[in-house]
């Protein structure tokens, strides 16, 4: 197995890293394997403890031998925004994993991938990731880029390093977030309790998130535009949560069940705007609220007493 890592990787310690890959392996079984050289970093042997740099090259046995796993294409209805040649860009729903994990294997956006896109799709990390160049969380829904190829896939990662695509999400906020416009500048790291949280910590990686809002809703939420100026792991729903306002229904970071019952956090990555792979044309992408969003707002907007 390959996978090369992204910018959501970075400062990860490879044990934690393959842990979340391996759900039911437990860390110090990973961490032999780690020690025994089942593990290479571009080609060499780390400790567990290694930190991961963006692009290293991770290969490495499958753990489980006995177990062949092989992700199949599913006929999966996709919405696809906007396509040529060399990338499309999909409006991801929510509830669905961007890609598969050891352990879910199945309806994820890649299996949806194989079936209508098949071979025409990059494979620079490797095959649970194919066509995958960024990702969004299970419950976050929106517009996600899909590169068809590893040339494109290369120029799309590099945009997204050198912070060249625009990315803008749209939230309901637990509360009254007090200020019309904010700057979140806060470094986030991995949370030291629970491996499968981030959090604000002083020596986390920088992270910027840019925050207008759109509309109050009394002292009990805030409806907001949110712009990704770098592109951490949960970046916005750690920021928002340090901030004391999370993403409504996010009780993964604090915010607790609302009244208006959906799933995971009311969040969408709702606009992208991008230099077209190739070629000089900017293209410019946007999407309504998805069903999740538009009921939360619909609930509120009819409230007679905010």
């Not at 044990?15 to 860390?27: C, K, M, P, T």
């Not at 999966?76 to 499309?88: G, T």
């Not at 792979?277 to 999407?287: A, D, G, H, K, R």
Request: aromatic share 8%.
């Amino acid at each position: 197995m390959l996978l090369i890592t992204d910018e959501n990787s970075i400062d990860t310690r490879l044990d934690i890293y393959l842990s979340q890959l391996y759900d039911n392996i437990s860390r110090s079984k990973i961490q032999s394997a780690i020690k025994g050289g089942k593990v290479l970093i571009n080609g060499e042997v780390k400790k567990p403890s290694y930190s991961l740099k963006f692009d290293d090259r991770v290969e490495f046995e499958n753990l489980e031998p006995d177990k062949i796993i092989e992700i199949e294409p599913e006929n999966i209805p996709l919405e696809v925004v906007w396509e040529d040649e060399n990338m499309a860009v999909i409006n991801k729903p929510s509830g669905m994993l961007t890609h598969p994990t050891f352990i879910e294997t199945t309806g994820t956006l890649v299996n949806a991938l194989l079936y209508k896109f098949g071979q025409n799709l990059s494979d620079t990390n490797g095959e649970f990731r194919r066509g995958i160049v960024h990702r969004l969380d299970r419950n976050t829904s929106g517009l996600l880029m899909i590169a068809k190829n590893n040339k494109t896939h290369e120029y799309l990662a590099n945009i997204i390093k050198e912070h060249q695509l625009t990315k803008k999400y749209h939230a309901v906020l637990k509360g009254f977030y007090p200020n019309e416009t904010d700057i979140i500048s806060e470094p986030i790291g991995r949370n030291n309790v629970n491996p499968k949280k981030m959090a604000v910590r002083s020596d986390g990686r920088p992270s910027l998130t840019k925050l207008k809002v759109l509309e109050h809703f009394g002292s009990e939420a805030t409806y907001v535009e949110l712009e990704l100026v770098t592109g951490r792991t949960h970046q916005i729903r750690v920021h928002t949560s340090f901030k004391k306002h999370p993403v409504y229904n996010d009780t993964l970071y604090g915010a607790g069940e609302g009244k208006v019952k959906t799933q995971e956090q009311v969040l969408q990555s709702f606009y992208l705007k991008f230099a077209k792979p190739f070629s000089s044309s900017i293209i410019e992408l946007e999407i309504e609220p998805d069903e999740k969003l538009s009921k939360v707002l619909t609930y509120f907007r009819n409230r007679s007493d905010l």
